[in-house]
């Protein structure tokens, strides 16, 4: 054995060329993806890096292992850089958006197919057929390269007759639900023919600007058919299982977000227009298959034709900022070539060192201390695996739970997403659940998940991957019992995490918005919009190249 023991050689790292761009962007997150493909589309040179082996960033969809390492990585510490002649050369450093994580051991019995599980790190997410991020995978091409299947039902759950039943969101699902009474099915159809004359701009029963303003529960408190409210039940699947609101809406010291009448109607509007808009999609939800991490790549690949050049497995280490002004100028990747833009986009784990100026897209300068992005809220996620689906006749499954169904101190809702090895997600024979509900700390978001997974499937009895039961009083707690112990599905394996949900800031150097706790993607796709704009003032975000109403490009969105 040799007396002297030699490190193992750097990671060689190839040379970029071009050094020069007009947009530099680190991290493959969706938002910095689709503003990629959007400037390279106008014919801006984009450098795309990422230091991860894979595309997605905190969108992408992982293996087991890949989940571990993805949120036990540490965060990116300052380092001294070597001086350089021309800049300011300014270390970036970086902070963990995970806490909390608890990933238990990977059954064994299933460790020959451990590489056929694909976890989504932002899930459950879901597209809805008619809304915008359908228009914008449409639009831009990108829909070319993917492939969907539909969600095949929704289910609330009814903490009162403890168990989950069916979210009707058309007029024909409504007539054919067994669930819902006489009155019920009147009710919730007189409700839906409202939103359809009001969307429609019929002159009669069309709803005011003074209800539209006014919070959507009290305008659902007031609505009548022959002089019979909407009862709770109802006002819970038009409030939590349709509009999706996700605080309790009928207490205000708790609710962090009142839903207003005229945005509950809009997600009515397109909860019901999605229905029916793509061959053989059973309700109004799309997933992508082989994971949501698909549709970032699919971004990136439609940059890449546009000529954005991609470099993975590149970090970087520093900032470039002018010496006499501090403003950035372009920064110094792991190889130690350095690269300098007009722009810098960047993954909300980075923090902006305080010593660079950051110019503003109105001109203005401004200091980098109010740039960092700001944490504020928290979303509790978690992964399940099991051998049955929650539904005997269903695969794919949308499942939410209402504030205070699970318990009395409950404020947000519970979403939950059941897919199966049809949307290519795991093994034939296993299904993934991904949950979420947004918290203000760790406990509270675990308690909740905790308290959901408890109804949803048996308790493993031994093994690392037990649940522990959330405390919670008994006189506080709700009946849980959804189904008989005999029906629940058996828990095989689960995780739990809690990320911390930051915006998005636009200057010289700009920050892309973390996965927040939505269902859909329509907020982050209006915000990404705005950060282009704003990032590119006067250019035309995506050109028409194809119409949402061409046929062939429709039928080529739906599931297969």
Known sequence: MSDSFSPPPPPEFPPVDPTTFDLTIIGTGLSQSIIAAAASTAGKSVLHLDPNPFYGSHFSSLSPPELSSHLLSPPLQPQTPPISEEYDVVS????????????PPFPAELGDCIRRFCFDVSGPRVLFCADSAIDL???????NYLEFKGVDASLIYDGEKKGFSSVPGSRAAIFKDKSLSLIEKRTLMEFFKLVQKHMGGESEDVISEEDLESPFIDFLNKFRLNNNPLNQKIKWIILYAIALADYDQENLEVCKDLLKTKDGINRLALYHSSIGRFPNAPGAMLYPMYGQGELPQAFCRRAAVKGCIYV??????????????????????ASGQDILSQQLLIDPQFVVPQALTLSKPDGLQGSSQNFIPRGIKKVARGICITRTSLKSDASNLAIVYPPRSLYAEQATSVRVLQLGSNSAVCPVGMFVLHLSALCDDASQGKKILNAAINTLFEQP?????????????????????????????????????????????????????????????????????????????GEEYFPEEASPEDPDNVEDLGPE
Not at 463 to 483: T, Y
């Open 137 to 143: 995978l449409l639009k831009s091409g990108v829909n």
């Open 92 to 103: 970036l450093s970086s902070k963990s958006l995970y806490s909390d994580v608890e990933i």
């Open 461 to 537: 009895t031994s093994g690392s991957s037990k649940l522990k039961a959330p405390e919670i009083p008994e006189d506080k707690l709700v009946d849980q019992s959804a189904v008989t112990e005999e029906e629940k599905p058996a828990l095989v394996w689960t995780a739990l995490y809690v990320q911390e949900i930051t915006e998005e800031s636009v200057s010289t150097i700009s920050s892309s918005p973390s996965p927040d706790g939505n269902l859909s993607y329509n907020n982050l796709i209006d915000t990404t919009k705005k950060m282009f704009e704003q990032m590119f003032n």
């Open 312 to 333: 993975l497995r590149m970090p970087v280490t520093a900032l470039l900022a002018d010496k006499g002004s501090g403003l950035y100028k372009g920064v110094r990747l």
